[in-house]
């Protein structure tokens, strides 16, 4: 099946910090990618819509300005945390489609823990 | 928006019963619904997905039966085993031209007891 990389798998940062989470489709090209977080013993919560050579789509309630998305290229799409907060630790999980038909592959997930 | 419900939240069984796990969704217009298992702190893995225009597909031990006059659909596995432990998510979603927007169900936490 295709393959999706998210890097890195775990970051430590210090409240106020930001962080950046790259995700990658390694062995196809993905226009759209979607960017989900999971609390602990909770669901996936979809966060935003990552869209080559346009502005990401954010769910509602989700901030654009504190979760920043760049959709680079066809093959990696980014997720910035800015100053990062203690509820913000939670783990980050991209998806990509490789084709329209429909079947998600995601990510390995990042945890992200901030102090 | 779509929304998707999804129970039991915990299920323990016996090594070899079999488990259901069942989901209802909002959106009438959802055609995708794929089920995936998830393993603590590992990404989802899909096992079975089924479309709008199927009633009921089966892999090996494991089936989704779709009920779209009721707008729910089901997870049957069979001759459960220890590696079926993990938590299963039930998803649906209307297949566009532009990407698939999953919305997941609140999960259920499997146990295969020896």
């Known amino acids: 099946g295709a393959v999706v990389s998210q890097h890195p798998s775990w970051v430590i940062c210090k409240s106020g910090t930001s962080v950046k989470i790259e995700c990658r489709s390694l062995d196809f090209q993905a226009t759209t990618m979607f960017w989900y977080r999971q609390f602990p013993k909770q669901s996936l919560m979809l966060m935003a819509t990552?869209?080559?050579?346009?502005?990401?789509?954010?769910e509602q309630g989700v901030e654009k300005d504190k979760f920043l998305i760049n959709h680079a290229s066809l093959t990696l799409s980014t997720l910035t945390v800015t100053s990062a907060h203690p509820e913000d630790s939670s783990f980050y999980i991209c998806s990509a489609p490789p084709t329209q038909s429909g079947e998600l592959f995601f990510g390995e997930g990042s945890r992200l823990t901030v102090l | 928006g779509e929304n998707v419900e999804q129970h039991p939240s915990t299920l323990s069984v016996q090594e070899g019963d079999s488990a259901v796990i069942k989901c209802t969704y909002s959106?009438?217009?959802?055609?995708?619904f794929p089920w995936y298992k998830q393993e603590l702190g590992k990404r989802p893995q899909l096992i079975i997905d089924i479309r709008s225009n199927v009633g009921e597909k089966k892999d090996q031990r494991i089936a989704v039966t779709l009920n779209k006059t009721a707008k729910h659909f089901s997870l049957h596995i069979t001759e459960t085993q220890p590696e079926d432990s993990a938590v299963y998510f039930c998803a649906a979603s209307i297949l566009t031209g532009g990407g698939n927007k999953l919305t997941f169900g609140t999960g259920t936490q499997l146990k295969v007891e020896l």
């Open positions: 990552s869209n080559e050579g346009s502005k990401a789509t954010y």
């Open positions: 959106d009438s217009a959802s055609n995708y």
